[in-house]
């Protein structure tokens, strides 16, 4: 039988997961999980890149836990796991960062925008070298394929790239990963309900346009009904501004309808009728995830017992690679280690 390909990805524990992390990533993991050996992986250390209160990043480590179970991540296909019960990611993340240019960062476009209008001294140094671990989490699990939302391309492009390097000077050690990014239609990349030109995201500080998973049913309908549409009355599918083609898109995200399929349903249609079936759509989807995270989270022990399993499947896979990219560097181990 042929192996499966390895599959990792993760996600922030930054703030509780919105409606674009489920579309550009926990959907399509768990679409396709049956197919690979999947990693998906709570990003701790990435979370720690901005200053956090520490109480709220080990609650939102859990939720996010608890929504990845919640979407339909299984155990027997997807091992779910804190990247920083994981040693060898942050270790990998610093050998790595020696290997990177500073040019490479520098080109960065999240970094260039989560720093911009901030001052040097407010801007911590995690932020410019995390593309580095990034590529540590994905290299570790000798991970083929890597699918994240359209944002996460160049930081895809980078851990390619850093693969490559590793291998070229110090001989045949990373598997060098493929991105996987709106192969599934449409959702990659979805926008802000309040400001369709900026993505949809947990710390944009744009409340009002960002859908949470675990949102009341109620604060998602009128979201969706206060979104920002376009200056005509009635919707265009081919020619839509981009309040609306958001609005489509994630109707068609959640429903799995072609572009035609909406043409037909709402072309010359209101404005408002489109926002009702796109708000009755999301609240069909996300009322049972909504009711199976709230259970996981009434049970932290069970939750905490979950997430010490998936470390240990994890832990022995990433040491593994990691003892290979130290001996390949000249780092010495301890007899016997
Ligand atoms: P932050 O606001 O802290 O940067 P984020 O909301 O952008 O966080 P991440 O944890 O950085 O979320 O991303 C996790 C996954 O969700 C990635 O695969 C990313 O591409 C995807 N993702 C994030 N925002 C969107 C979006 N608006 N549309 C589609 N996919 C998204
Ligand atoms: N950088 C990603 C989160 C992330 C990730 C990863 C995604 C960290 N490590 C490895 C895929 C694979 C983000 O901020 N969206």
Known sequence: MPSLPVVFSGIQPSGAPHLGNYLGAIRPWVVEQAESRNYFCIVDLHALTVERDPAQLADQ?????????????????????????VAAHAELGWLLTCLTPMGWLERMTQFKEKARGEQAERVGAGLFTYPALMAADILLYRTELVPVGEDQRQHLELARDLAQRFNHRYGETFVVP?????????????????????????????????????DPPDLIRRKVLRAQTDSGREVAVEVAGPGVANLVDIWRAVTGASREDAGRCFDGRGYGELKRRVADALLEVLAPIQDRALALLRDRAELDRRLADGAAVAQPVAAGTLARARRRLGLLSLPGG
């Open 178 to 214: 493929q991105p996987r990014i709106g192969h599934l239609g449409a959702g990659s990349r979805v926008m802000g309900l309040d400001d369709p030109t900026t993505k949809m995201s947990k710390t944009g500080g744009q409340e009002a346009g960002c859908i949470l998973l675990l």
């Open 61 to 85: 480590t859990r939720e996010l836990a608890a929504v990845y179970w919640a979407c339909g991540i299984d155990p027997a296909h997807s091992t779910v796991f804190v990247q920083s019960h």
